[in-house]
């Protein structure tokens, strides 16, 4: 599934409270999130905001013919 934003704009109140483009949001899982250096909390978000050079995205992609017949 493809997700298409063209021509999308947001028309809001809703301000940055920071500029930095260079950050990592992950979910509040609770025993793991905390433990990853230069996260802090934001509960607005209910979610943490880092700045940490060793966060990534895995991503799995199985797009072969029985993929519905598995789970990872």
Do not use: H, P
């Not at 997700?3 to 809703?14: M, P, R």
């Not at 607005?44 to 199985?62: E, R």
């Amino acid at each position: 599934m493809l997700l298409d934003f063209t021509d999308t704009s947001y028309e809001g109140s809703i301000a940055l409270s920071f500029s930095d483009t260079t950050f990592q949001i992950i979910s509040d899982t609770e025993g793991v999130s905390e433990n990853f250096d230069a996260c802090t909390f934001v509960e607005a978000w209910n979610s943490w905001k880092c700045q940490n050079d060793k966060l990534g995205v895995l991503l799995a992609i199985a797009d072969d013919g029985d993929w519905e017949d598995r789970s990872v």
